[in-house]
């Protein structure tokens, strides 16, 4: 059970402390407990019923109307309400809120359709990764379990699987080629996966090795693959103090080809990095990457055809 103060609830839903302690004493939308130092503390029941509540609010319902419906009512008002193309914030509390019930459906119907009104890249980035981000928030807080994330883990991974699989193939002789892995002992895959999908989408043709990588196998492949760009991303391993030694090494095994480094252990490396290596901040900052690679590629192939 998660154990939150109202500056939590207000971080987490997005609604200011003021309108909660409104909403609870006007309408009973919440039920906290009181410390022995008479503070309140709200449980996840409460968050829960907050985000759907706010979800809705947010839609223009009344609150008055809304506090009269029950948990199950709730969660039918916002998945019908959250087909707006453009309605980020709801779409994300409402996955939030799908997420702690451990409702796959819900999950599922609420990502697809999210995919259907703006397109696979455009939902992962406003939706998704926003989503991910207060997911992590939780986990701080001690709200989400690993069953509840491996949920959501499993489900984006059979979603960008899928996605990428519809893409049309691209021949490794006839665009840029990118090898995509993970170190070896890290597991850490979705970020990888929608880089996949984005350089694919591009027209880029990429080998993806995937997880738990050696690097002498790295060395392997690039002698025969010879790619134009190296990218990883680096989350849990290696440890920090051995961040640098990793990424000169992996500098090294293709000094010719750019290597592109993601995540947050990343951002730990210090600024006298080899001259091919690259760390975009942001995912924003890997998809400017990768539409400036293929307008390289087009202008180089529109050459060799002339």
């Given at each position: 059970?998660?154990?939150?103060?109202?500056?939590?609830l207000?971080?987490?839903?997005?609604i200011?402390a003021h309108t909660?302690r409104m909403?609870e004493q006007r309408y009973g939308?919440?039920?906290?407990?009181?410390?022995?130092?008479?503070i309140?503390?709200?449980c996840?029941d409460?968050?829960r019923?907050l985000?759907n509540v706010?979800t809705?609010?947010?839609r223009?319902?009344?609150?008055?109307?809304?506090?009269r419906?029950t948990?199950?009512e709730l969660a039918?008002a916002?998945?019908?309400?959250?087909d707006?193309?453009?309605?980020?914030?709801?779409?994300?509390n409402?996955?939030?809120?799908?997420?702690?019930?451990?409702d796959e459906?819900?999950?599922?119907?609420l990502?697809?359709?999210?995919f259907?009104?703006?397109?696979f890249?455009?939902?992962?980035?406003?939706?998704?990764?926003p989503?991910?981000?207060r997911?992590?928030v939780?986990?701080q807080?001690g709200?989400?379990n690993p069953a509840?994330?491996?949920?959501?883990t499993h489900?984006?991974?059979?979603?960008m699987?899928?996605?990428?699989?519809?893409?049309?193939?691209?021949?490794?002789?006839?665009?840029?080629?990118?090898?995509l892995?993970?170190?070896e002992?890290e597991?850490?895959?979705l970020?990888?996966?929608?880089?996949?999908?984005?350089?694919?989408?591009r027209?880029?043709?990429v080998?993806?090795?995937?997880?738990?990588?050696p690097s002498?196998?790295l060395?392997?492949?690039?002698?025969?693959y010879?790619p134009?760009?190296?990218?990883?991303v680096?989350?849990a391993?290696?440890?920090?103090?051995?961040?640098?030694?990793?990424?000169?090494?992996?500098?090294q095994?293709?000094?010719?080809a750019k290597?592109?480094?993601y995540g947050?252990?990343a951002?730990?490396?210090?600024?006298?990095?080899?001259?091919n290596?690259?760390?975009?901040?942001l995912?924003?900052?890997?998809l400017?990457l990768?539409?400036?690679?293929?307008q390289?590629s087009n202008g180089q192939?529109q050459r060799?055809?002339s």
């Amino acid at each position: 059970m998660g154990h939150f103060s109202i500056s939590d609830l207000e971080q987490l839903s997005g609604i200011r402390a003021h309108t909660i302690r409104m909403w609870e004493q006007r309408y009973g939308i919440l039920r906290p407990v009181r410390t022995a130092t008479n503070i309140r503390t709200y449980c996840d029941d409460d968050l829960r019923r907050l985000l759907n509540v706010a979800t809705l609010c947010g839609r223009g319902q009344r609150i008055s109307q809304v506090a009269r419906l029950t948990d199950q009512e709730l969660a039918e008002a916002v998945l019908a309400c959250c087909d707006a193309s453009r309605d980020y914030e709801r779409q994300v509390n409402a996955l939030l809120a799908a997420m702690l019930e451990m409702d796959e459906l819900t999950l599922n119907e609420l990502m697809q359709t999210a995919f259907r009104h703006l397109g696979f890249e455009q939902a992962i980035m406003h939706v998704v990764y926003p989503f991910l981000q207060r997911v992590g928030v939780l986990w701080q807080t001690g709200t989400v379990n690993p069953a509840q994330e491996h949920l959501v883990t499993h489900l984006l991974r059979q979603k960008m699987l899928a996605a990428t699989d519809a893409l049309t193939p691209v021949h490794p002789k006839q665009a840029r080629r990118w090898v995509l892995f993970l170190p070896e002992g890290e597991l850490h895959e979705l970020a990888l996966l929608f880089m996949n999908y984005a350089l694919r989408a591009r027209g880029h043709h990429v080998l993806y090795l995937g997880q738990n990588l050696p690097s002498a196998e790295l060395e392997n492949v690039c002698a025969s693959y010879e790619p134009y760009a190296l990218c990883t991303v680096l989350t849990a391993v290696p440890e920090r103090d051995r961040v640098p030694d990793y990424v000169q090494h992996l500098a090294q095994i293709r000094p010719t080809a750019k290597l592109v480094v993601y995540g947050p252990l990343a951002q730990q490396l210090c600024l006298n990095m080899p001259p091919n290596v690259v760390r975009p901040l942001l995912m924003t900052d890997f998809l400017t990457l990768a539409d400036e690679a293929k307008q390289v590629s087009n202008g180089q192939l529109q050459r060799e055809l002339s």
